[in-house]
């Protein structure tokens, strides 16, 4: 990795200060936590108060452009905490706390400024001046510089699959925006914008749970252990690769585009096509931002529509446990995935039954269910229910909705205690499918 000259060294953060920093706009919002405001806090004064030779705040990663301003990578938000503190501490000439920040990003600054504004009008003004000017002094930070975008963010991505476990879907999101490198600043920031509205926790469960096992499943294979060493699957194609399969997925992204934008054709006669496909590989940089909220809203949809077929009695979707959890994941997963292949309008009731008699089929058979058991049945190969049928590989082969009739369940060995304790769901299941 070519990093410049003399620009791996440990900083005082005067030093650091004193550079032109900037935050692109690609980063995330600013939005440490107050408990994390108050432990910077804590740990720095602490470590005045028994007047430690040297601090280290860990290391920021940053690129240099063409301007000689240096744009941070890694470590925005502990920096922007660090300012707040000086600036409180009569430091008010801070460079960053004079950035354009987004409307969250202001009120997270405004919070902490008020928790640290508390904190240091504990101190007494002598105190107050030496603790700044040891947060300047002996407070270090690592500071890594390369002059090219690419390199920062790889050198980000190899710093954190060592050290503090950063969220698979962060990483991700690094990896696509750094693959933008056709799209003006107006689009990263548009694509930033949707992508931090979304509830982090809400993705972290659409690739952990929805996403990551069905493009696993349709192929037969396990679809457990999502983490940061299996972002690959959603990785894409590089956008600079130029291979047959390559250019023809990006020229038939590249076409749904435009058609999407100049509304109806002829041939295939619709005014909109539906722009992602769970057994197709998506492209590299906007649009995997594309495919992920696409996802996280027919998903959204599939919820919806579960709720209001199965709200004449509650318990027909149990929700009491973990295994019921997993359950609920299975059923939504099945329709989830036929309603990418075949739209969501071929979610008629037939359909629904089929799939709900699928899924809790197995929550009156088992005892215990654990992921383990839906991975197992979900690819066919779980040995008390419907055992050779791997419906997710079935889905992906169909050429209609109606090649569902085709496959025919197996009515379960029903555990009579499962029978009792699920009784709403025996009850639905034997009279959509007249068991007796």
């Excluded at 105190?127 to 980000?156: G, M, N, P, S, W």
Aim: proline share 2%; aromatic share 12%.
């Amino acid at each position: 990795m070519a990093l410049l000259t003399n620009e791996l060294e440990i900083l005082p953060l005067r030093d650091l200060f004193n550079i032109p920093l900037r935050i692109p706009s690609y980063q995330r919002p600013y939005k440490w936590s107050a408990r994390s405001t108050n432990l910077l806090f804590i740990d720095t004064y602490e470590a005045f108060q028994n007047d430690l030779d040297e601090y280290r705040l860990g290391s920021v990663i940053l690129q240099k452009d063409h301007s000689n301003t240096y744009n941070i990578v890694d470590g925005q938000q502990r920096l922007t905490t660090l300012s707040i503190l000086l600036y409180c501490l009569g430091d008010t000439d801070q460079s960053l706390l004079q950035e354009e920040y987004s409307e969250l990003s202001t009120n997270a600054i405004l919070t902490n400024h008020s928790i640290l504004s508390r904190k240091t009008n504990e101190l007494n003004s002598d105190e107050q001046v030496r603790f700044k000017h040891y947060l300047l002094e002996k407070c270090t930070t690592v500071q890594i510089v390369t002059d090219k975008e690419q390199e920062a963010f790889q050198f980000f991505d190899s710093q954190n699959s060592r050290g503090k476990a950063l969220a698979p879907h962060d990483l991700l999101k690094s990896y696509h925006l750094r693959e933008m490198t056709a799209e003006d600043e107006s689009q990263k920031v548009n694509v930033i914008s949707r992508w931090e509205a979304v509830n982090q926790e809400d993705l972290s469960n659409l690739f952990k749970n929805y996403l990551y096992p069905l493009t696993q499943w349709y192929k037969g294979k396990h679809g457990l252990g999502y983490s940061s060493s299996k972002i690959d699957a959603f990785k894409g194609i590089d956008t600079t690769h130029v291979y047959n399969y390559a250019l023809y997925h990006k020229a038939s992204n590249l076409f749904i585009e435009q058609f999407n934008k100049n509304g109806h054709h002829e041939l295939l006669a619709s005014n909109s096509l539906n722009q992602f496909q769970l057994t197709q590989p998506l492209v590299a940089g906007k649009r995997f931002f594309d495919y992920i909220l696409h996802y996280g809203q027919l998903l959204e949809q599939i919820q919806k529509l579960i709720k209001q077929s199965y709200a004449e009695h509650k318990n027909q979707i149990p929700r009491k446990g973990t295994g019921d959890t997993y359950i609920m994941q299975l059923f939504e997963c099945s329709l989830l995935f036929f309603a990418d292949r075949f739209g969501i309008e071929s979610l008629n009731k037939s359909v629904l039954d089929y799939f709900y008699t699928w899924s809790y089929s197995l929550r009156l058979v088992m005892n215990a269910v654990y992921q383990e058991t839906t991975n197992k049945y979900a690819i066919g190969k779980h040995e008390r229910l419907n055992e050779g049928l791997d419906i997710f590989t079935i889905i992906s082969e169909m050429n209609t909705p109606t090649e569902l009739d085709l496959y025919v369940l197996e009515q379960p060995a029903v555990d009579l205690n499962n029978k009792k304790k699920y009784q709403a769901v025996y009850n639905k299941l034997s009279s959509l499918n007249g068991w007796c």
